[in-house]
């Protein structure tokens, strides 16, 4: 018995975040856009006991003990439901590594939903939303995918219509940028300010449910964009070539380090690509076009 389940990887098309809240976390409205980039979390029953391997790009950087969110999410919905989390998982990573696109989160939704089909136990939905709100920010929107608006902590998910497919490039960077460091750059950098309550920007909302590129273009923002530029000051590099190269409009994908452009259609994202590959300011680039289905179960043998 095995069962394999497909994620994907996400890109915030809007991350507003607000004042930091006494508990350390900060209100977000957060515009979740699933692309084209997938992990593959496989899972077998194990007479040892949890075990955790992984394969793919950038691999050796994945911890393979009870800190990755894969096993995290095995032994969560273990626990509620009175039984040993002996299983092995085997991550096929595809997803950038510490790059801002969600990959962690990516691997415990699919393990939450590979463990489920694998047991049979029958939990709702909203059991597997809970667990995933449990095991982290991102994890519950890698289940749900295609595209959503996250509210508290970007946990609380309202799906969103969206009109057609974008396309998109991503650069991945020479090295990672810790998601808290880029959060406690953001507090350092907002002193003495007052930030707003996040909320969701209406043009840009109507630019996804229309499909319209230009417009969502016009109206995509990234309120940790300069905090994790004051942190990794080279990525600017980056967006700068990306524009140069007919990138709709460019922005840090999430706290980075990896680096989003929008282009106008597939074609378009191939230049992009090109051009960003021969600039030298980044270590590798991808193209993906979205939205597309969360975590799905390919196979249960």
């Known amino acids: 018995m095995s069962v394999t389940v497909r994620v994907p990887a996400k890109v915030n098309v809007q991350l507003a975040v607000g004042a930091a809240r006494p508990d350390g976390f900060h209100d977000l409205a957060n515009v979740f856009l699933a692309v084209g980039l997938h992990d593959e979390v496989t899972v077998t029953p194990s007479a040892g006991g949890l075990r955790v391997t992984c394969e793919g790009p950038d691999a050796a950087e994945v911890p393979l ?3 990755n969110l894969a096993a995290r999410a095995a032994l969560a919905l273990a626990e509620r439901y009175g039984r040993d989390a002996d299983v092995h998982l085997h991550i096929t990573k595809d997803i950038p590594v510490a790059g801002g696109m969600a990959g962690g989160s990516a691997d415990g939704a699919g393990a939450l939903l590979a463990c489920d089909a694998l047991w049979g136990t029958g939990a709702s939905r909203q059991e597997l939303l809970d667990i995933c709100a449990e095991l982290g920010s991102d994890v519950p929107f890698a289940l749900v995918g295609g595209a959503a608006l996250g509210t ?3 946990e609380r998910l309202t799906e969103l219509e969206v009109g057609g497919t974008f396309h998109w490039v991503f650069a991945m960077a020479r090295r990672g940028l ?3 460091a880029v959060f406690r750059e953001f507090d350092r950098l907002a002193q003495g300010r007052d930030i707003p309550e996040p909320v969701a920007a209406q043009p840009l909302l109507d ?6 590129a230009a ?3 016009a109206s995509v923002s990234n309120d940790l964009q300069p905090a994790a530029l004051s942190l990794f000051p080279e990525l600017s590099d980056t967006l700068a070539a990306g524009r140069a190269a007919g990138a709709l409009t460019a922005l840090v994908s999430g706290s980075g380090p990896t680096t989003a452009f929008l282009a106008a259609d597939a074609e378009s994202a191939a230049e992009v690509a090109s051009v960003l590959r021969a600039s030298g300011t980044c270590r ?4 993906a076009a979205g939205p597309v289905p969360g975590a799905t179960v390919l196979d249960d043998a």
């Not at 630019?207 to 319209?212: H, S, V």
């Not at 590798?284 to 193209?287: G, P």
């Open 65 to 67: 003990d009870r800190t």
């Open 152 to 154: 508290g902590r970007g």
């Open 178 to 180: 810790s998601t808290p």
């Open 207 to 212: 630019a996804l449910a229309k499909g319209d």
């Open 215 to 217: 417009a969502l273009a």
């Open 284 to 287: 590798t680039v991808r193209t």
